[in-house]
T-cell receptor, first 115, second 112 residues
C-alpha cells in the first residue's frame, strides 16, 4: 500500500482567489491522478499528473483552471484558479503503486468551500 | 466510454444482516475492478481489487465477484455491523488506461 498525504485537509476561500493542494506519497509511484467530487456526486477524473511533462486533462477540465505540477515521482500539486462557488468540492489525489492495472490508493481529500 | 452504475443508491439494514451491493459497467474490456469505502467528508479506502482473471476476491467479511461477460460485479458483506455504515463505490478502468470511472455509490446504513 501507500501513505498519501494531502494538504490542506480543508479550506474556505474567497471567490476569485486560487488554492494549491499538495499531494505527497511515501514511495515513488508511476501513476498519479487528481479527482474531484462535487457535493452529493461521485468522483470525476480531472487529470493524470505526468512526471516531467504537462498533465493530461480529461474532457471538461483545462490547464488554465486546474494547473498541475509533478516535479518528481512522490509529489504533485493541483491548483484551483480563479475560484467560484461551483468549485466547492472534495479534491482527491490518487496513485497506483505498481503502474497500470494495479490497486489505486487515495489521499484523505481536500474539502474546498468557496464563498 | 466506460459507464458505471450502482444499485441500490441507498440501503438501510439491521445489524447482523448479510447484504449485496451491485455494480454494472458498460466496457467489459477491463483488466480489474476495485471497490472502495468512503466515510462522510473523507477520502476513499480501498476494500478489494479483482483482476480480470479472477472471479472472486475475499477480505474478512467482504467478498467481491466479477463477471466480465455480463459487465457486473457484486460486493457481499456478511454479518453487517454499524461500523460498516458508509458509502461504497465501485470503479472500473477505461479500457487499457489506469484512469478510473466511478459509480455513484451505495450509501449503506447499518442500524443497531
Amino acid at each position: 500500500s501507500a501513505v498519501i498525504s494531502q494538504k490542506p485537509s480543508r479550506d474556505i476561500c474567497q471567490r476569485g482567489t486560487s488554492l494549491t493542494i499538495q499531494c505527497q506519497v511515501d514511495s515513488q509511484v508511476t501513476m498519479m491522478f487528481w479527482y474531484r467530487q462535487q457535493p452529493g456526486q461521485s468522483l470525476t477524473l480531472i487529470a493524470t499528473a505526468n512526471q516531467g511533462s504537462e498533465a493530461t486533462y480529461e474532457s471538461g477540465f483545462v490547464i488554465d483552471k486546474f494547473p498541475i505540477s509533478r516535479p518528481n515521482l512522490t509529489f504533485s500539486t493541483l491548483t484551483v484558479s480563479n475560484m467560484s462557488p461551483e468549485d466547492s468540492s472534495i479534491y482527491l489525489c490518487s496513485v497506483e503503486i505498481g503502474g497500470v492495472g494495479t490497486e489505486a490508493f487515495f489521499g484523505q481529500g481536500t474539502r474546498l468551500t468557496v464563498v | 466510454k466506460q459507464e458505471v452504475t450502482q444499485i441500490p443508491a441507498a440501503l438501510s439494514v439491521p445489524e447482523g444482516e448479510n447484504l449485496v451491493l451491485n455494480c454494472s459497467f458498460t466496457d467489459s474490456a477491463i483488466y480489474n475492478l476495485q471497490w472502495f469505502r468512503q466515510d462522510p467528508g473523507k477520502g476513499l479506502t480501498s476494500l478489494l481489487l479483482i483482476q480480470s482473471s479472477q472471479r472472486e476476491q475475499t477480505s474478512g467479511r467482504l467478498n467481491a465477484s466479477l463477471d466480465k461477460s455480463s459487465g457486473r460485479s457484486t460486493l457481499y458483506i456478511a454479518a453487517s455491523q454499524p461500523g460498516d455504515s458508509a458509502t461504497y463505490l465501485c470503479a472500473a478502468p477505461s479500457g487499457t488506461a489506469s484512469k478510473l470511472t466511478f459509480g455513484t455509490g451505495t450509501r449503506l446504513q447499518v442500524m443497531l
